[in-house]
Nanobody, 124 residues
Framework: QVQLVESGGGSVQAGGSLRLSCAAS??????MGWFRQAPGKEREFVAA????????YYADSVKGRFTISRDSAKNTVYLQMNSLKPEDTAVYYC???????????????????WGQGTQVTVSS
């Protein structure tokens, strides 16, 4: 099993920055990602990172503004969010998987473990 605990959400004005953290514990993971879900919308992919290689991937909507990174020693993944927009407002979820067949995941169904979510609110 893998346990995920997120932190770092909050409220910020448009153009501001926030950094989310996700601490993982339990068994080793293959890749981790961030998703978000706005009210009335489906959960959507934001970014992902492979745990044992330098692979990252971003949704087009956040490319160039968000950066995903990891600290392997702390078993923690981060999402640095810059130039935030009101449309970035959502609950952000950290996710992880222990797949032996894939080194990266881009869809909700590819992740077995989820955090509790942290609210990010961007005001105009």
């Amino acid at each position: 099993q893998v346990q995920l605990v997120e932190s770092g959400g909050g409220s910020v004005q448009a153009g501001g920055s926030l950094r989310l953290s996700c601490a993982a514990s339990g068994r080793a993971v293959t890749f981790m990602g961030w998703f978000r879900q706005a009210p009335g919308k489906e959960r959507e992919f934001v970014a992902a990172i492979a745990w044992s290689a330098d692979y990252t991937y971003y949704a087009d909507s956040v490319k160039g503004r968000f950066t995903i990174s990891r600290d392997s020693a702390k078993n923690t993944v981060y999402l640095q969010m810059n130039s935030l927009k009101p449309e970035d407002t959502a609950v952000y979820y950290c996710a992880a998987d222990r797949s032996e067949d894939r080194h990266m995941g881009y869809a909700v169904w590819e992740y077995d473990y989820w955090g509790q979510g942290t609210q990010v609110t961007v005001s105009s």
